[in-house]
């Protein structure tokens, strides 16, 4: 399906086109890069309310600043389809965030205009004040620095972190807070409270007004009506509002709050502030999903919808003859509640995720258990240890990538300390079309070398269950990871009676000759699958489902080594310091001279595309460890075909 954009933002390839434009058109570019942008992800997918609610931000930054030169610096980046749309990759759009096609995100390889790569939040004000601190240490003098960072973000320590920096660094740049009370889900915290002060405040907004409309019509000069403003929004901030005393104590010159779906407003504003020196502050209040009103109207669904009629506004869902199995998140979702119905002492803990871990059916019935601690996931992980040392049994659920962020938290605050924190790692594995950002590729490593971790992966939804269960009765009183992919998994009727499972214990799921298939969580459905296509070639693999990374099944795997002279192992992290390299730790220890192939995902970032065909290119699908029992049994296979 051709979609083609409007009239003016078919001649828009870069933001030179953009300036070329009267003022008075930008109205109509924004209209025209929100229906593109609508167009697209209606047919292609994405995300989407983000995007929408900056389409007149994007417009005037380019329109006023000298990008790629102006450095523009985008928080997270799902909002960043204006941006790229504007600065040349408009024809290429329709492959956003498919296989081979373009990022999701903003990236540095793939634009010049990208200044920085992103995906996870927080990131944009320490990287801008990097960017701004080398400006001035070049004499870059003319080049301007910006950060665009939503309210959401700012609830992260990271950006307070950049902006307590910023305001002593007496660098020139400009930190933009995109305020719209909008994560993926709605923004929780003190702050997001300061802030609808702030805009909700009606007697500085009205002495603010009349101030600058004073100004305007005092016959002096811009330079006096520029100190004359400054000092005189300074006495009205601390006279009849605490407004700005946040990022005011922090050095940052504060303005706003204004509209930021004025384009022309938002041009003027950008412009005076380019031509004012040091750290500053613009506070703008946006809308989600601004301009297509089923996205406004609910802006978590919206977030990134999938296909949907833009017409009519109903998202399209795959029609199956079948029933199917549920996502894993939601059996975490729907077990919880189960086991705090039964143990009093289960808490939930999830950082500014409670859609996309389905915490939020416990936050919804138990919401004195249930918590949305905004994007903070060192919090969240030390918040969790601070419960456990009073007896209580966590379930803090963290995306495997995110988890990355809260790596010394894990380490100091629970390891340590021997705290039962149970770490529930939702998007495990490769991810699919958020690529490289998202891809939880390293957990199983990053967790094996702490002391007193128990790792641990589900095959399918009765075992996590069975691992959920067996995590809050913790009799090893030491922290567990329970770790998962995204999406479906493989068990229409999951809700299974659940069972305690001794720690540290796999399972033998068949027995074979010759060759054996070690398979650590969902990857064992792949390599089912595969054990059922090698029956045509005469070949009988052995299958265990390792269950533990840690502590490692030793008996089982006494077992496989002696059982079998060859050993597959296949895992859905990677292969440097996975459950693979622990197999053959543990083989060394004891002298097995088997020969081994591991499967897994390569040393090298792996990029976008849907989970089935990343699972493809790294060679542990179904086909893929077929091929490899194949080929270290070419030799059978030989002779049995000689033999005929």
């Known amino acids: 399906m051709e979609i083609n954009p409007g009239t003016l933002l078919k001649t828009i390839d870069s933001p030179d086109d953009l300036k070329k434009l009267p003022r008075e058109k930008l109205h109509q570019v924004c209209d025209e890069l929100r229906q593109y942008i609508t167009d697209v992800v209606s047919v292609h997918g994405g995300h989407f309310g983000a995007s929408l609610g900056v389409v007149e931000l994007t417009t005037a930054l380019h329109y006023v600043y000298n990008t790629p030169y102006d450095q523009l610096v985008w928080d997270v980046g799902h909002q960043a389809y204006g941006h790229k749309i504007l600065t040349g990759r408009r024809d290429n759009f329709p492959t956003n965030r498919k296989y081979h096609g373009l990022s999701g995100f903003p990236k540095r390889s793939e634009s010049e205009y990208d200044t920085f790569g992103v995906g996870h939040s927080s990131t944009s004000i320490s990287a801008a004040l990097g960017m701004a601190m080398a400006a001035k240490y070049k004499g870059e003098t003319d080049r301007k620095v910006v950060a665009v960072i939503g309210d959401g973000a700012m609830t992260a320590g990271l950006a307070f972190e950049g902006m307590n920096h910023a305001g002593v660094a007496d660098t020139d740049m400009l930190i933009i807070l995109n305020d719209n009370c909008m994560g993926i889900d709605p923004n929780v915290g003190a702050l997001k409270e300061y802030l609808t002060d702030i805009t909700t405040s009606p007697t500085y907004n009205k002495v603010k007004d009349d101030v600058w409309k004073l100004l305007g019509k005092l016959p002096v000069g811009k330079s006096f009506s520029r100190a004359m403003a400054h000092k005189l929004t300074d006495g009205l901030k601390g006279m009849v509002s605490s407004s700005a005393n946040l990022f005011e104590a922090l050095k940052l010159r504060y303005f706003g709050p204004i509209d930021g779906h004025n384009v022309a407003k938002l041009v003027d504003t950008l412009k005076d502030l380019r031509n004012i020196p040091g750290p500053k502050i613009l506070h703008i209040i946006t809308v989600k999903g601004k301009g297509y009103a089923p996205a406004e109207k609910d802006q978590t669904v919206w977030h990134a919808p999938g296909l949907f009629d833009k017409i009519t506004g109903e998202i399209k869902k795959k029609v199956y003859d079948l029933p199917q199995p549920p996502k894993y998140q939601d059996v975490f979702g729907h077990t919880i509640i189960e086991l705090a119905e039964k143990n009093e002492k289960i808490f939930g803990i999830t950082p500014a995720m409670p859609s996309g871990s389905s915490l939020k059916y416990m936050m919804a019935k138990m919401p004195d258990r249930a918590f949305d601690v905004g994007i903070a996931e060192q919090h969240a992980v030390t918040v969790s240890a601070g419960m456990a040392t009073q007896g209580l049994k966590v379930f803090c659920n963290i995306y495997s990538s995110f988890m990355q962020r809260a790596y010394d938290q894990v380490v100091h ?63 090893t009183l030491l922290p567990i990871v329970i770790r998962y992919p995204r999406g479906e998994g493989v068990m229409v009727d999951w809700k299974t009676e659940m069972k305690e499972i001794k720690i540290g214990t796999g399972r033998k799921l068949k027995t074979g000759k010759d060759i054996a298939i070690l398979s650590f969580g969902h990857p064992g459905n792949f390599a089912a699958a595969a054990i059922r296509e090698l029956k045509n070639d005469g070949l009988n693999p052995g299958h265990y489902d390792m269950r533990f990374a840690k502590p490692l099944d030793e008996n089982l795997l006494h077992e496989a080594c002696q059982q079998y002279k060859k050993l597959i192992t296949v895992e859905d992290g990677s292969i440097e310091g996975g459950i693979g390299s622990a197999i053959l730790e543990f083989m060394a220890l004891h002298g097995y001279k088997n020969d081994v192939k591991i499967l897994g995902i390569p040393d090298r970032l792996v990029e976008h595309g849907t989970p089935k065909e990343l699972h493809k290119e790294c060679g542990y699908d179904a086909e893929a460890i077929a091929d490899a029992v194949r080929e270290m049994m070419k030799e059978k296979i030989a002779v049995t075909q000689l033999l005929g």
């Open 413 to 475: 605050d629970v390891a340590i300390q021997k705290l039962p924190v149970i770490f529930c790692l939702d998007r495990a594995g490769l991810v699919g079309d958020d690529g490289p950002t998202h891809h939880g590729c390293y957990d199983i490593a990053y967790f094996r070398c702490i002391p007193n971790m128990i790792i641990s992966s589900p095959m399918n939804e009765g075992e996590l269950r069975n691992l959920m269960y067996t995590a809050q009765l913790n009799t």
